[in-house]
């Protein structure tokens, strides 16, 4: 897996406590169209939690061709 500079969902969550109603539903949404794409490749992650999603500047990072994220 390529090393994405930032921190974890569960770190943010950790910090801010709470995210606004937008930004949680865009990353909800960001870290759905991950997994489908990764689906599609047939790999099925089976430990998604907050501790397991990278964000990078914010944002789960792209799903890259060839890597295993999310």
Known sequence: ????DG???RDRLDREKQLPVEEA???ASEIAD???AA???GVI??????????L????PPSPT???RWP
């Open 39 to 41: 689906h599609e490749q």
């Open 1 to 4: 897996m390529p090393y994405v």
């Open 7 to 9: 921190e974890t969902l």
């Open 45 to 54: 992650h089976r430990d998604v939690k907050p501790a397991n999603i990278l």
């Open 25 to 27: 539903v865009r990353i």
């Open 56 to 59: 990078s500047r914010g944002r």
């Open 34 to 36: 991950a997994l489908h």
């Open 65 to 67: 061709s060839g890597s």
